[in-house]
């Protein structure tokens, strides 16, 4: 069975610092991953896109992105965070015919 | 045309009531139409799916209907409990398609005991 794995849980990290959150699945080859981002009880926000290694399509300009450097990782970057990035970040990927999407557990993170 | 309309934004309903969330899409080509329902702190999981060849699809407590003339669909929680307390998202998409998924806004339903 398919199985995504999506790291750390919870983050906290200073203004400034750089990102790095990783996301791996398990079970299914050459799948469509994405990254989104949630506000507080707020809705899905895509952020990148992913048909295959090296394909990224960005979805929202702004201090981050993305690459996949392996079929089924992905990886979501900043080289600095700001106080707005902080948010719940949600891995997800799906692969055809049906392509719903299943999702991580996320990671909260918080810039202070 | 790419968006997916949900309403209403929050629901509070008494338990054993049958909440009723509903969606709108303007994209005839959409074929698959998700729900998924989310807890505090957690993905959002797949709930129940539906095609627009079919009108209705239920599962447990859990019924979608479709509307494909209307270019609409909605999600009705049977005896719901205070455990069905979450935040629903419906989605459409194209199947076959690498293309992105759109997804409503949500809508946070709490069940009161």
């Known amino acids: 069975s398919q199985t995504i794995h999506q790291w750390p849980a919870t983050l906290v990290q200073p203004v400034g610092s750089p990102l790095s959150l990783e996301c791996t699945v398990e079970g299914t080859s050459n799948p469509n991953l994405y990254w989104y981002r949630q506000a507080a009880g707020r809705g899905l926000q895509l952020l990148f896109y992913s048909v295959g290694i090296g394909q990224i399509s960005s979805e929202v300009p702004q201090n981050l992105s993305a690459s996949r450097p392996q079929d089924r990782q992905f990886i979501l970057s900043s080289k600095k965070l700001l106080l707005s990035d902080s948010g719940f970040y949600l891995c997800?990927?799906?692969?055809?015919?049906?392509?719903?999407?299943?999702f991580g557990q996320g990671t909260r993170l918080t810039v202070v | 045309q790419q968006q997916v309309k949900q309403s209403p934004q929050s629901l509070i309903v008494q338990k054993g009531g049958i909440p009723i969330i509903n969606c709108a899409y303007e994209?005839?080509?959409?074929?698959?139409f998700p729900w998924y329902q989310q807890f505090p702190g957690k993905g959002p999981a797949l709930l129940i799916a539906?095609?627009?060849?079919?009108s209705e699809k239920k599962e447990g407590r859990f019924t979608i209907s479709f509307n494909k003339s209307a270019k609409q669909f909605s999600l009705h929680i049977m005896d719901s409990q205070p455990g069905d307390s979450a935040t629903y998202f419906c989605?459409?998409?194209?199947?076959?398609?690498?293309?992105?998924?759109?997804f409503g806004k949500g809508t946070r339903l709490h069940i009161l005991p």
């Open positions: 539906i095609r627009p060849d079919v």
């Open positions: 997800a990927w799906s692969s055809q015919p049906n392509t719903e999407a299943f």
């Open positions: 989605a459409a998409l194209l199947v076959n398609r690498d293309d992105k998924i759109i």
């Open positions: 994209n005839t080509a959409f074929d698959y």
